[in-house]
């Protein structure tokens, strides 16, 4: 190329462009080489790139002043004219929230999101394509549910109001090392939190009618957190095998005790509105499971603590009462086992000085559980006696829970632990009687009217089972309960037995007296046979 002909050519070009056009040498500065394109643009291809770079530039910086301003006006509203309400990651709500705005249509389509794995999505699955070709359940992930992330603009409008949520967290070395604490901010516009209020009243209620058939459990974990380990269908109560007076006779006491009136007239007494169970009873026989019938008929969550858990410290027991919200059942399980450490007390110790004589207990569970407290045992566990006794009922303990206590050796407990105030009501679980047995049989063969629904979509597998009618089952019910001894075997054994023949209710009859043989030539032996052969 004649670049001196291109040179000598300058003048004449640079004399074309127009006023409008940003100075040549500004652009040169920012290009270089710039006056060089641009004439031979101009000169072969007859376009004048100066003016193309100034209305570049004149949109550029228009569009940069609006967005100066649209972000400065902005501001402005959200720091005059928006409410906002924060909520913590340790509170129910957090979850509720995330939840709830994990089914709301964004504003726009979010670029960032966080990615969940719904297991209590599970109980939701179809029944429908479960099954392989050979009619062999497969299991599948469940769901992905996706969240708001980290720092992004969650915007959304809800009964036709704009909304906003920001998802943030930060590092909380108060709950140890590495502890990232989150948040979640509504905003709205506005100088009032009532749309926010309103909307998280909306997402409350949403929660309960999703969680009305399920009941969520908390575990207590090291360090004084509640870890929610699951949410299960609520547990019918008619499920649960138990003397139908006694089952009436803990309903209507629950049931009173939390009614909003209830806790108003024991404050006006002056009681600490706290109500305590204890069930106790062999292993198996069904104070697990009432304890989450009760939860499900009364909405409850169920708390946790196990007390043999080493991680468990009494600095963690205050933290984790003190975290219980307003009303739900605190189960302390197996509390015979839990290794208490009785401290070594003079004669009249804590336990002594307390008033153990008072009247409200329903049953006396044994003589013995009035043994001397006073007396030196080996600690064998984290919390002491008298560390449970206070997060039971000290000055400064939780009140609205319902306390229930399982044990399976009564006669083991200490009387501090079980005095009146401390258990209010004790229900003693049995080895099946008669109508237990014919009642566990009962229910495993009755077809609900769900299955029944939906049994024509079951699989090969499914199909196998034998529908009988309702008259003939409770002829076998009877059959079969005439076959096992009475207050020998537990509920859970029996179900053990019946649950391998579920598809069978004809074998679970023909074969019960050779497996009553078996379960009692096994016990006697000592060796245990749960549901065996
Ligand atoms: N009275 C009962 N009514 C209905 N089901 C029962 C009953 N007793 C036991 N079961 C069944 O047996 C199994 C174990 O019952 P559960 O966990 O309630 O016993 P538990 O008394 O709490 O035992 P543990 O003392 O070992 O904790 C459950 O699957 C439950 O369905």
């Not at 004649?2 to 409008?20: A, E, G, P």
Request: with cysteine; net charge negative.
């Amino acid at each position: 190329m004649d670049f001196s002909r291109l040179q000598s050519l300058q003048y004449d070009l640079n004399s074309t462009s127009t006023t409008t056009n940003l100075p040549s040498t500004i652009l040169e500065l920012v290009v270089p080489g710039y006056s060089t394109i641009s004439q031979v643009a101009l000169r072969f291809f007859g376009i004048d790139i100066g003016l193309l770079v100034t209305g570049w530039a004149l949109v550029f910086g228009c569009r940069t002043a609006w967005r100066y301003i649209y972000d400065f006006a902005h501001d402005w509203i959200q720091n005059n004219y928006t409410s906002s309400i924060e909520i913590d990651d340790d509170d129910d709500l957090f979850n509720c929230v995330k939840a709830w705005l994990a089914e709301q249509t964004p504003k726009k389509p979010a670029r960032k999101m966080k990615a969940v794995t719904d297991y209590d999505d599970n109980n939701k699955q179809k029944d429908d394509n479960v099954h392989d070709e050979q009619g062999y359940y497969k299991y599948e992930l469940p769901n992905t549910r996706y969240e708001a992330s980290y720092g992004i603009d969650n915007e959304f409008y809800h009964n036709g109001r704009y909304f906003k949520v920001i998802r943030s967290s930060i590092r909380d070395e108060s709950r140890g090392t590495g502890f990232l604490k989150e948040t979640l901010e509504i905003y709205c516009y506005g100088q009032n939190t009532q749309p926010i209020k309103d909307l998280v009243y909306h997402i409350k209620q949403w929660k309960m009618k999703q969680d009305s058939s399920m009941t969520s459990v908390f575990r207590a974990g090291s360090g004084g957190y509640w870890n929610r380990s699951t949410s299960r269908p609520s547990r019918p109560m008619q499920t649960v095998s138990l003397d139908p007076e006694k089952k009436e006779e803990i309903l209507e006491d629950i049931n009173e005790y939390l009614h909003p009136s209830t806790a108003r007239w024991y404050a006006a007494r002056g009681i600490p509105h706290r109500r305590g169970y204890l069930f106790y009873g062999p292993p198996g026989t069904g104070k697990t499971s009432l304890s989450f019938a009760l939860a499900g008929i009364f909405g409850l969550s169920i708390y946790c603590i196990s007390l043999n858990d080493k991680d468990i410290k009494e600095s963690d027991l205050c933290i984790l009462f003190d975290d219980l919200p307003d009303r739900c059942i605190v189960m302390l399980e197996d509390v015979d086992s839990a290794g208490l450490k009785r401290e070594e007390e003079p004669a009249s110790g804590e336990a002594a000085k307390k008033d153990d004589s008072g009247s409200g207990s329903d049953e006396d569970v044994n003589k013995d559980t009035t043994k001397d407290t006073s007396k030196t045992e080996t600690p064998t566990g984290n919390i002491s006696l008298s560390a449970l006794l206070n997060v039971i009922d000290g000055a400064a303990a939780h009140e609205g829970h319902v306390l229930i206590m399982t044990t399976n050796t009564p006669e083991s407990l200490d009387a501090a632990l079980i005095r009146p105030g401390r258990v209010d009501m004790q229900v003693g679980f049995t080895l099946a009687t008669r109508e237990q047995v014919r009642q566990t049989y009962m229910r495993m063969y009755t077809i609900t009217p769900e299955e029944q629904a939906t049994s024509n979509r079951f699989s090969k597998i499914r199909s196998q089972a034998k529908v009988i009618d309702s008259e003939t089952l409770k002829d076998m019910a009877e059959r079969f309960a005439a076959q096992l001894p009475e207050d020998t075997l537990t509920p859970a054994e029996i179900q053990g037995y019946l649950l391998r023949r579920k598809k069978d209710p004809q074998r679970a009859l023909d074969e019960a007296s050779k497996w009553v043989e078996e379960m009692l030539e096994a016990k006697k032996n000592g060796k245990k046979l749960v549901g065996a052969s």
